[in-house]
């Protein structure tokens, strides 16, 4: 079965950067694309960008350019997003997600535990 | 950016009760449009993808319709596990962009 295991939770300070890991099993790793959605304490849920678990080509929401990179690793299945110059507002949960569909039509079919990031100083 | 708005923000049912949620975009994104459901401190689950596709697993009471900017999710009878919220989602372009969440609470 397709599993996402996200690594655990951190504590940052403002300005300080961080990186979560996702290791993902039960599939091909490079057939699928991964997503990273943020989810701020009692919030909704904020799409943070995408990259092709293939290709390694990326896509990155405006309001996160110039401070996200995600990566990948083929050899060990395992996505990697990192954020820097953190702030306080940057913090929440953090999922890695695995898409699903075709032909265009594309949804965020499994999803990791999630990653609490906690930024305060 | 594509907004997506639901309503409403919050509901309260009775359990056999039938529920209607409704998202709208605002621009016409066809039918890419997915729902999900949320529990507390759990990660969100895919309940209907393309519109109106059932996730495998996912009850027959769930039902998705719309096309274009306007789209419902539907439970046809309320049962207690459903009390969660939902969140609507456009895959038509990037950003990919979420309704604010609807909260369905027991009345």
């Known amino acids: 079965q397709v599993q996402l295991v996200q690594s655990g939770a951190e504590e940052k300070k403002p300005g300080a950067s961080v990186k979560v890991s996702c290791k993902a099993s039960?599939?091909?790793?490079?057939?699928?694309?991964l997503s990273w959605v943020r989810q701020a304490p009692g919030q909704g849920l904020e799409w943070m960008g995408w990259?092709?678990?293939?290709?390694?080509?990326?896509v990155y929401a405006q309001n996160f350019q110039g401070r996200l990179t995600l990566t990948r690793d083929t050899s060990t299945s395992t996505a990697y997003m990192e954020l820097r110059s953190l702030r306080s507002d940057d913090t929440g949960v953090y999922y890695c997600i695995r898409e699903g569909g075709s032909g265009g039509y594309y949804f965020f079919a499994y999803w990791g535990q999630g990653t609490l990031v906690t930024v305060s100083s | 950016e594509i907004q997506m708005t639901q309503s409403p923000s919050s509901l309260s049912a009775s359990v056999g009760d039938r529920v209607t949620i409704t998202c709208r975009a605002s621009?016409?994104?066809?039918?890419?449009l997915n729902w999900y459901q949320q529990k507390p401190g759990k990660a969100p689950n895919l309940l209907i993808y393309t519109t109106s596709t059932l996730q495998s697993g996912v009850p027959l009471r769930f039902s998705g319709s719309g096309s274009g900017t306007d789209f419902t999710l539907t439970i046809s009878s309320l049962q207690p596990e459903d009390f969660a919220t939902y969140y609507c989602q456009q895959s038509y372009n990037t950003p990919r962009t979420f309704g604010q969440g609807t909260k369905l609470e027991i009345k």
């Open positions: 990259i092709s678990a293939y290709t390694g080509d990326t």
């Open positions: 621009q016409s994104i066809g039918t890419y």
């Open positions: 039960g599939y091909t790793f490079t057939t699928y694309g």
